[in-house]
């Protein structure tokens, strides 16, 4: 059974920082294009930052120099380190995995708010 499971979400203020984690089992982790996305009420959801086998990145620009995305293998984890976070950085997060098919997580809420 493939789970992904995200944490590290919650309040923060405008200028700061979170670290969300993913913890994925039941796939064969260094195989699999990693990635995080976000959806906010009403909205699709959204490409945020990818990090495939070979640790290459890539990133939405909204959020290029201040998200950087990256896995420990050996952990079967993915990371996103959230820096400068904005107002319009408030959304739910989810993890996917992808490789012949797409798992998600169940999301994980981040706002930003003063």
């Known amino acids: 059974q493939v789970q992904l499971v995200e944490s590290g979400g919650g309040l923060v203020q405008p200028g700061g920082s979170l670290r969300l984690s993913c913890a994925a089992s039941?796939?064969?982790?260094?195989?699999?294009?990693m990635g995080w996305y976000r959806q906010t009420p009403g909205k699709q959801r959204e490409l945020v930052a990818t990090i495939g086998s070979g640790h290459n990145t890539n990133y939405a620009n909204s959020v290029k120099g201040r998200f950087t995305i990256s896995r420990d293998n050996a952990k079967n984890t993915v990371y996103l380190q959230m820096n400068s976070l904005k107002p319009e950085d408030t959304a739910v997060y989810y993890c996917n995995a992808l490789y012949f098919r797409a798992y998600w997580g169940q999301g994980t809420q981040v706002t930003v708010s003063s």
């Open positions: 039941g796939i064969i982790f260094s195989q699999y294009l």
